[in-house]
Each structure stands twice: as structure tokens, then as C-alpha cells.
């Protein structure tokens, strides 16, 4: 305890020595820093909650019921998937249609982004104007490309003037049932590989040149240098690509909402189209409802089914 004089009067005053809680401080900078980042994550978060988790939650309550939108909803339970699996021979062929355009439009996603990628990663001048050139499309309106697209595609477009050049009689592209489907792939194929051109030259950059140059000493061609240096270390883009590219794969719906229509027929009706057909032409909510429901399903079966699978092909540096 200390002492103090203070004035005339000698009296003593008692002064508390002021200690250091360096715990404390510690404990309300960490709050701090807590509610800091819940404040600058609040809008994010809201806008999850509100158009997506909920949306989500809703469309899956709705698929149990039969709605029009004019009428109060009717419970019906499992009557929607009963019908949309079991009853409903068009949603087969849709499937298969969805199915198809995947599996045509990834693997040539993947391979051209590649290519073009290493490629650019060469001794090449101009890469950032090709770079631009090739993202070009994909900062473009789908609308607006596939209008464009439509133009080219008709009898006495573009493309079948090019093919007549050589000889070739070139087919009804939007018309055919055999080539509606191929035309959809091909636009889509323009329009998206460049956000793939960059994520593969954003990867090959991060490769050190070292491993390329003891391989070239070593006698190693650029095909083996290729395949044992280029794709194990590039393994993590390719496979950020290939889950994203099938996720936006399996949604597709502006290109043949404005190429084909989902038809001739319904040749290149997709899940999406045909969700947006029950639910805003038809007014069946329920069933609509449904179709995205078997949809999210859908893909996040294939998305878990890539992160387990990644394990023997994906190599992550240590």
C-alpha cells in the first residue's frame, strides 16, 4: 500500500497500484475480431437464407403437394415422384437428353480449355490478347450468344455457307433431331471454355520450370513431360473445373431455350427447360418442384461421387 501527502493538511490518500490483465485484453480483442467478421458476413449470409437455403426448403416442402397457383395446394405425399419416375415416359427421354449434353459438352470443355492453355503457356506473343479473345464470350449474355448463334445455325447462315465451300450440304441444325442436340454442345462449347482457359493457366503458371528442365535433361519428351509433369500437378485445377464445369453442365437452359425450344420434339428438352415448362407454362408447382428436387439430387450425387473418386487422381503438393 502506498501513501501520498497531499497539501497542507498531510493527509494521506491510499493509492491502488493499476494491474495489467493481459487475459482480458486478450478475451475482447478476440470478441472483437469475432463480431467484426459476423458483421462483414451478415450479407452474405442473408443473402444465402434468403435465395438459396430457403428457396431450396420450399421447392422440396411444395413437391409434396399438388398446386396450380390458382388453387390452395393439395397434400398428395409421394404422388409427384411416383408419377415423375414411374408414369412419366417423357421425363426418361429428358433425363437421357440432360444426360447427353453433359457427357458431350464436359470432356470437350475440358480437353479444348486444356489444350488452348498449354498452348498459350508456350512461347507465344500475345498471350493476354489471346487470354482476352478467349474470355471474351464468357463476359458475354448467354441470350445475346445464343441469338447470334440461332442466326448462324439456319439454312443460309454462316456455317452451312462455310460448309458449302467444300462441298458439304449442311444440315438443319435447330430442325433435325439428330443435330439439335450436337448444335447445342457446340454453341455452349464456344461460349464456355474460357473460364476453363484461365483456371488451366492460372495452374500451369504456379508449375515450376525446374521440373520440366531435369526431365529435358533426362531425355524426356514433351508428351512424357506432359503427362507425368503437366497433369499430376495440374490435377487440382482440372478437377475445380471438371466439378464446376458438370454442376452449370447439368443446368443448362438458356441456350435451348432460345436455340431449339427444347425441341424438335422433345429431342433437347433438358431437366431445367422441362421444370420451367410444368411450373411457369402448365402451373404445376408441385411437379415442377419435383423435377428440382431429383435435380439437386442429381448432382450432388455426382459432386460427392467426385470428391470420393479424387483420391486416385488428384495429387495436392505437400
Same mark, same amino acid.
Given at each position: ?122 512461347? /507465344? ?7 482476352? *479473345? !478467349? #474470355?471474351?464470350? +464468357? =463476359? %458475354? ?87 507425368? /509433369? ?7 485445377? *482440372? !478437377? #475445380?473445373?471438371? +466439378? =464446376? %464445369? ?73
Amino acid at each position: 500500500m502506498l501513501r501520498k501527502k497531499v497539501g497542507t493538511n498531510q493527509m494521506s490518500v491510499a493509492i491502488q497500484p493499476k494491474v495489467f490483465d493481459a487475459s482480458a485484453m486478450a478475451r475482447r480483442r478476440k470478441w472483437r475480431d469475432i463480431g467484426g467478421a459476423y458483421l462483414f458476413l451478415t450479407p452474405n449470409m442473408l443473402g444465402f437464407l434468403v435465395f438459396i437455403l430457403f428457396p431450396l426448403v420450399a421447392s422440396f416442402v411444395i413437391s409434396f403437394f399438388d398446386w396450380s397457383l390458382l388453387t390452395p395446394p393439395t397434400f398428395i405425399g409421394l404422388g409427384n415422384y411416383i408419377r415423375l419416375l414411374a408414369q412419366d415416359p417423357v421425363f426418361h427421354r429428358i433425363l437421357f437428353n440432360t444426360l447427353y449434353f453433359v457427357f458431350g459438352y464436359v470432356p470437350l470443355n475440358i480437353v479444348v480449355s486444356l489444350g488452348l492453355a498449354v498452348w498459350l503457356s508456350g512461347r /507465344i506473343r500475345g498471350k493476354s490478347v489471346f487470354r482476352v *479473345i !478467349f #474470355f471474351f464470350p +464468357v =463476359m %458475354t449474355p448467354a441470350i445475346a450468344v445464343s441469338l447470334v448463334w440461332l442466326l448462324m445455325y439456319g439454312q443460309s447462315g454462316v456455317i452451312n455457307w462455310f460448309l458449302s465451300l467444300v462441298h458439304i450440304q449442311g444440315p438443319n441444325w435447330v430442325g433435325s433431331a439428330f443435330w439439335a442436340m450436337p448444335a447445342v454442345i457446340l454453341m455452349s462449347l464456344w461460349y464456355g471454355f474460357g473460364y476453363n482457359l484461365l483456371v488451366f493457366s492460372a495452374g500451369l503458371q504456379a508449375i515450376p520450370s525446374y521440373f520440366y528442365e531435369s526431365a529435358a535433361i533426362d531425355g524426356a519428351t514433351g508428351w512424357r513431360q506432359f503427362w507425368n /509433369i503437366t497433369i499430376p500437378l495440374l490435377s487440382p485445377s *482440372i !478437377f #475445380f473445373a471438371l +466439378v =464446376m %464445369t458438370l454442376i452449370t453442365s447439368f443446368q443448362v437452359f438458356d441456350q435451348v431455350f432460345i436455340l431449339t425450344s427444347g425441341g424438335p420434339g422433345v429431342s433437347t428438352t433438358t431437366l431445367v427447360l422441362y421444370m420451367y415448362q410444368n411450373g411457369f407454362a402448365y402451373f404445376h408447382m408441385g411437379y415442377a418442384a419435383t423435377i428440382s428436387t431429383i435435380l439437386f439430387l442429381l448432382i450432388m450425387a455426382v459432386t460427392i461421387s467426385q470428391f470420393f473418386f479424387q483420391r486416385r487422381w488428384v495429387h495436392y503438393e505437400v
